[in-house]
T-cell receptor, first 108, second 115 residues
Framework: GQSLEQPSEVTAVEGAIVQMNCTYQ??????LSWYQQHDGGAPTFLSY????GLEETGRFSSFLSRSDSYGYLLLQELQMKDSASYFC?????????FGTGTKLQVIP | DADVTQTPRNRITKTGKRIMLECSQT?????MYWYRQDPGLGLRLIYY???????NKGEISDGYSVSRQAQAKFSLSLESAIPNQTALYFC??????????????FGAGSRLTVL
């Protein structure tokens, strides 16, 4: 089976940098994805890592270490609109399994 | 129009009733999913379908059934609803290959309350 662990909540200051971690267990690895979900909204795709290293998309970066079964999402220059839940997910082109999510609160 | 459309958006029903949640997508994707979201539990996979003739159980399929009527349509049924099926349900679609194969596109969600 597959399982993912994420801290439940994180608070960070507007303009700062925040890192949200994800550890996972899986028998077969097909990539680690990240999704953002605002309250009352649908999850939206942020990034995907198939190989070790850092993927950057604007203010968002995602890192993967397959040997450590670990990844993180890094948000820079935090804005109030970044307050949301962030989910890591195992899969990709296989079935996609989600973690329980980290709720990010950005404060002024 | 949304790429993935779910109906109804909200539904209140009583214990024992049969409920169907419908999902349609206009992206031409082969793969479709149903997830359930409960506070603090993230998104849990109920069923997924990689094409019209391929349907698979997810981690929490008990009490649910699905039908893939066409490439674009994937419906979720609760044959006899119970209160602990009260949740927010999401449908999603996914390409079978290519650069978009790693991306799930979600519908807006269907909020179901079972009294």
């Amino acid at each position: 089976g597959q399982s993912l662990e994420q801290p439940s909540e994180v608070t960070a200051v507007e303009g700062a940098i925040v890192q949200m971690n994800c550890t996972y267990q899986t028998s077969g690895f097909y990539g680690l994805s990240w999704y953002q979900q605002h309250d009352g909204g649908a999850p939206t795709f942020l990034s995907y890592n198939a190989l070790d290293g850092l993927e950057e998309t604007g203010r968002f970066s995602s890192f993967l270490s397959r040997s450590d079964s670990y990844g993180y999402l890094l948000l820079q220059e935090l804005q109030m609109k970044d307050s949301a839940s962030y989910f890591c997910a195992l899969g990709g082109y296989q079935k996609v399994t989600f973690g329980t999510g980290t709720k990010l609160q950005v404060i002024p | 129009d949304a790429d993935v459309t779910q109906t109804p958006r909200n539904r209140i029903t009583k214990t024992g009733k049969r409920i169907m949640l419908e999902c349609s997508q206009t992206k031409g994707h082969d793969r479709m999913y149903w997830y359930r979201q409960d506070p603090g539990l993230g998104l849990r996979l109920i069923y997924y379908s990689f094409d019209v003739k391929d349907i698979n159980k997810g981690e929490i399929s008990d009490g649910y059934s699905v039908s893939r009527q066409a490439q674009a349509k994937f419906s979720l049924s609760l044959e006899s609803a119970i209160p602990n099926q009260t949740a927010l349900y999401f449908c999603a679609s996914q390409e079978a290959g290519g650069s978009g194969a790693n991306v799930l596109t979600f519908g807006a969600g269907s909020r179901l309350t079972v009294l």
